[in-house]
């Protein structure tokens, strides 16, 4: 959609599902965290807030964090936990202090939770915001949903170096495809280098893959070993690309539990952008193909265990674990898969790709 010019705006399928599926890891993460991290407490971030509503839809990230926060699985741990909420533009920024203030009024809220709104853009003032509230001392969750070329690579190689810490990132391919000729600052700020650049060269089936997979590349390199990335597609076909990056593989099973939860979303479904057929899956029938050829691709290569195979579909796929062994099995089903050695364990279960006649 076009970025808005006014304080409030409707509320598009990408939002609603990227809202739900904040939701379903925040509910997961806060308790978590504020178990873990009593002594120095837990900071969500939000670089690009919003005003806290939609002209269609009350929800809003800046809400979601607040309603979590206040869970009782939370608070009963006496864990200071910090809110810091960043609005470039004047209208929403009050906009939406008022609303939290409305909403989630200080006197009633607990005392060791600490809400803040800056107006401002995120680059200028995340590391001071964050530092004022103390939230330098412990993890972080940055949620940098902005208009998909708004996020500085600086902002996510900050968070990455504070301990188990981790960013939702919104990314915007086609921004970077049309503009790799001329408009180039936003790319220089969004990979921290000029190597996107190279995108104007490739050819046009070679240009989402290219940035998505440089983009990813750079998470890495800013210090999260697990990323997942997904495709939000709605009914018109539009898409929208979100990074997820951590320092831990459980937040990997959380996240994806989330994700395989989001059923539909006023029509939207996920897919896997480095799945080269671009099969999007539903969550009520899924499909499971891409993971079957993966699995084929890998047995071509060597001998996996299942322990392997499972392991690679959490951090290589848009699958779950639990997904694998039901794709082995009819995989063996089909002979195009054989169990070369068994036991009690996943680890000891090892397949190997069958000979060709067997196909």
């Given amino acids: 959609m076009a970025v808005p010019t006014g304080i409030l705006w409707e509320r598009d399928p990408h939002t609603a599902a990227?809202?739900?599926?904040?939701?379903?890891?925040?509910?997961?993460?806060?308790?978590?965290?504020?178990?873990?991290?009593?002594d120095v407490g837990i900071t969500f971030f939000d670089g690009f807030a919003g005003p806290g509503e939609y002209t269609n839809a009350q929800d809003s990230s800046p809400a979601i964090a607040v309603e979590q926060a206040l869970r009782s699985e939370v608070t009963r741990w006496g864990t200071q936990t910090r809110l810091v909420f960043i609005e470039d533009h004047r209208g929403r920024a009050e906009h939406l202090e008022k609303l939290l203030d409305a909403q989630f009024p200080l006197p009633s809220s607990p005392s060791d939770l600490v809400m803040r709104v800056h107006r401002g853009k995120c680059g200028d003032?995340?590391?001071?915001?964050?530092?004022?509230?103390?939230?330098?001392?412990?993890?972080?969750?940055?949620?940098?949903?902005?208009?998909?070329?708004?996020?500085?690579?600086?902002?996510?190689?900050?968070?990455?170096?504070?301990?188990?810490?981790?960013?939702?990132?919104t990314f915007e391919d086609q921004f970077f495809?049309?503009?790799?000729?001329?408009e180039q600052?936003?790319?220089?700020?969004?990979?921290?280098?000029?190597?996107?650049?190279?995108?104007?060269?490739?050819?046009?089936?070679?240009?989402?893959?290219?940035?998505?997979g440089l983009y990813r590349q750079g998470l890495h390199s800013a210090g999260f070993p697990y990323v997942l990335t997904f495709e939000m597609i709605d009914e018109g076909g539009h898409s929208l690309h979100?990074?997820?990056?951590?320092?831990?593989?459980?937040?990997?099973?959380?996240?994806?539990d989330g994700l395989w939860e989001v059923d539909g979303v006023s029509g939207q479904r996920f897919r896997d952008p480095r799945d080269p057929n671009q099969m999007s899956f539903d969550i009520l029938h899924p499909d499971f193909t891409p993971l079957e050829i993966r699995i084929l691709k890998l047995l071509g290569e060597r001998d996996h265990s299942m322990a392997e195979l499972r392991e690679d579909a959490l951090l290589e796929t848009i699958?779950?674990?639990?997904?694998?062994?039901?794709?082995?099995?009819?995989?063996?089903?089909?002979?195009?898969?054989?169990?070369?050695?068994?036991?009690?364990?996943?680890?000891?279960?090892v397949f190997s790709l069958a000979d060709e006649q067997l196909f």
Avoid: C
């Avoid at 990227?18 to 009593?38: E, G, N, V």
């Avoid at 495809?177 to 001329?182: E, K, L, S, T, Y």
């Avoid at 600052?185 to 998505?212: C, I, M, N, Y």
């Avoid at 997904?323 to 279960?349: E, F, I, M, N």
């Fill in 18 to 38: 990227k809202h739900t599926l904040l939701r379903r890891y925040m509910q997961a993460w806060f308790p978590i965290m504020a178990r873990q991290f009593h």
């Fill in 125 to 169: 003032l995340f590391e001071q915001a964050i530092a004022e509230v103390g939230g330098w001392a412990g993890p972080v969750f940055a949620n940098l949903d902005g208009w998909g070329v708004d996020t500085d690579y600086e902002i996510v190689r900050r968070i990455a170096q504070q301990q188990s810490s981790e960013v939702l990132v």
């Fill in 177 to 182: 495809i049309r503009f790799a000729d001329g």
């Fill in 185 to 212: 600052e936003a790319g220089e700020r969004v990979f921290g280098h000029s190597d996107w650049r190279r995108v104007s060269q490739l050819p046009t089936d070679e240009k989402k893959s290219f940035l998505l």
């Fill in 242 to 256: 979100l990074f997820f990056g951590t320092t831990n593989k459980v937040a990997v099973e959380k996240f994806k």
């Fill in 319 to 349: 699958y779950k674990r639990a997904h694998v062994k039901p794709a082995v099995d009819r995989l063996l089903a089909q002979h195009k898969v054989v169990q070369v050695r068994t036991g009690r364990s996943y680890a000891d279960r």
